[in-house]
């Protein structure tokens, strides 16, 4: 497939909040994330249209709820004579899944992943977007708050540090860049020249390089050199593994996905982050 072809399907869903079935767009096709696509210094991968974004929230055209479309069921029905979702513009679909959010004290980093698509969704609509960056950096400071969930927290530091410098609180987002260590698995160069910037009162956007790109969503594995020993005893099973390991898992957060990986999109269990939360790749 071709890096610039996108296809938007129909389907029928069913609400999860009051089971009404109705008809709603999703993204069917996306192209292949490569290190060639232009993907800005807040992470996020740049969307020709805005439609395209939005394709990731659903709103119930009956009760208004408005989450994450893949958090809703499909249904067997045809998409053909019965409701639709509502059609409103594009980034306007996340400010509902974010007034949804915060009605039923869904959790905090969801809403902000939500807030930041909004906005990117906003630029990608050619539209003004400082409502959108003033709310992105009150959820995702919200989310960075609250202590209950787990992930690689140093990397949401640095993107709430990039969402300041871009809104011109640039003592905050030095502040906040600090705070983007190692564990970020963020190039070195990119928080230093980030940083580099707010204390030059820059707020310009910033594309990354390809090899900034390669580094952040295609990082190498590290496959760990076995010693004579180690080749002649049985294989362990998952299980075995996972209990006697004593090393951590790196855990980037809902930051990235197979198919969207530079885009932010949801987590693949978007409701699990609803209660204490391991967030997952």
């Not at 109705?22 to 996020?44: G, I, K, Y």
């Not at 249209?49 to 067997?76: D, E, K």
């Not at 004579?81 to 513009?89: L, R, T, V, W, Y």
């Not at 295609?218 to 049985?234: D, G, H, K, N, S």
Request: with cysteine; aromatic share 8%.
């Amino acid at each position: 497939m071709s890096q610039y072809e996108f296809v938007i399907n129909t389907m029928s869903v069913s609400c999860p909040e009051c089971n009404e079935v109705f008809a709603t767009q999703t993204s069917f096709r996306l192209p292949e994330m490569t290190t060639s696509l232009p993907v800005e210094s807040d992470l996020h991968r740049v969307l020709p249209y805005g439609i395209i974004r939005s394709c990731l929230v659903t709103i119930c055209p009956s009760c208004q709820y408005a989450w994450w479309t893949n958090t809703f069921s499909r249904h067997f029905s045809l998409p053909i004579g019965i409701k639709q979702a509502p059609e409103i513009d594009s980034a306007r679909k996340f400010a509902h899944a974010v007034l949804t959010g915060r009605k039923n004290n869904f959790h905090t980093l969801d809403r902000a992943i939500l807030a930041l698509n909004g906005y990117w969704c906003a630029k990608e609509s050619h539209q003004e977007t400082s409502k959108w960056l003033i709310l992105s950096i009150q959820e995702l400071s919200a989310a960075l708050a609250d202590s209950s969930w787990e992930g690689n927290r140093a990397r949401y530091h640095y993107l709430l540090g990039e969402l300041l410098r871009l809104n011109r609180q640039f003592e905050e987002a030095i502040q906040e860049f600090k705070l983007a260590d190692s564990t970020s698995n963020l190039p070195e160069d990119l928080i230093i020249n980030q940083k580099t910037l707010a204390q030059n009162k820059n707020s310009d956007p910033l594309l990354l390089s390809n090899e900034q790109v390669k580094t952040i969503f295609f990082p190498a594995l590290v496959i760990p050199r076995l010693m004579p020993q180690e080749l002649l005893e049985p294989i362990k099973t998952n299980e075995q593994v996972t209990e006697n390991s004593n090393s951590e898992m790196v855990d980037f957060g809902p930051i990235q996905s197979s198919t969207y990986s530079a885009a932010l999109f949801p987590p693949k269990k978007s409701t699990a982050l609803q209660s204490k939360v391991k967030a997952t790749v």
